[in-house]
């Protein structure tokens, strides 16, 4: 099955501080998502992104297909950053995601 | 739109009991939904694939007999823990396609989860 790695396993920010957080994945996949995990456990659905780059206020997300990874870019963090941000990749249809283990960030005033 | 709810948010049962957990998709039908677990600062796994109208597939060492699913309608998957354990305690989540979304064709929609504590 497809295998998802991402790095780095945790990541302590200063407010206000910029971070990137990648995901690399072993097979072509249809279907890229990355989520934030708030501590009440609710997966945020922050892109759909299988490819291509896309923005949402001080977030952004690049998927390089052809290569087999994507990057999750985090500008002007705020302490409501924190929390777990998870990589998910499928094939698309009717087939399931497979998660990475996820990054733990930790944004401190 | 693209909605998937779950309930309930949170059970306590007592060893030995079943609990049923329900996942639905708000305002699309799904064929087919996904269940997943997820044990405290870990990822989630896939357990089960949910098939309206059809048995539903099992991950390698997810035992069916234990967690029943029934997805008997386009909008409706039930998973029912059958005879919990203490080790059952988990944070149990769904998710769905809504195929007819041009725009997101393959985009997953999660359920808010379910924890499940077996005392």
């Known amino acids: 099955g497809i295998q998802v790695e991402q790095s780095p396993p945790d990541l302590i920010l200063q407010e206000g501080a910029n971070s990137t957080l990648r995901c690399n994945f072993s097979?072509?996949?249809?279907?890229l998502q990355w989520f934030h995990q708030n501590p009440w456990g609710q997966l945020i659905n922050l892109f759909y992104?299988?490819?291509g780059t896309k923005q949402n206020g001080r977030l952004s997300a690049t998927t390089v297909a052809t290569e087999r990874y994507s990057l999750l870019y985090i500008s002007s963090s705020q302490t409501t950053d924190s929390g777990v941000y998870f990589c998910?990749?499928?094939?698309?249809?009717?087939?399931?995601?497979?998660f990475g283990k996820g990054t733990r960030l930790s944004v401190i005033a | 739109g693209a909605v998937v709810s779950q309930h309930p948010s949170r059970v306590i049962c007592k060893s030995g009991t079943s609990v049923k957990i329900e996942c639905r998709s708000l305002?699309?039908?799904?064929?087919?939904m996904f269940w997943y677990r997820q044990f405290p600062k870990k990822s989630l796994m896939l357990m089960a694939t949910?098939?309206?109208?059809?048995?539903?597939?099992?991950e390698q060492g997810v035992e069916k007999d234990k967690f029943l699913i029934n997805h008997a309608s386009l909008t409706l998957s039930t998973l029912t823990v059958t005879s919990a354990h203490p080790e059952d305690s988990s944070f149990y989540i769904c998710?769905?396609?809504?195929?007819?979304?041009?725009?997101?064709?393959?985009?997953?929609?999660f359920g808010p989860g379910t924890r499940l504590t077996v005392l």
């Open positions: 998910a990749v499928g094939k698309g249809g009717n087939t399931p995601l497979v």
């Open positions: 097979d072509s996949v249809n279907n």
């Open positions: 998710s769905a396609r809504d195929a007819l979304r041009r725009s997101t064709f393959n985009e997953q929609f």
């Open positions: 992104i299988p490819s």
């Open positions: 305002d699309f039908q799904a064929t087919t």
């Open positions: 949910s098939n309206e109208g059809s048995k539903a597939t099992y």
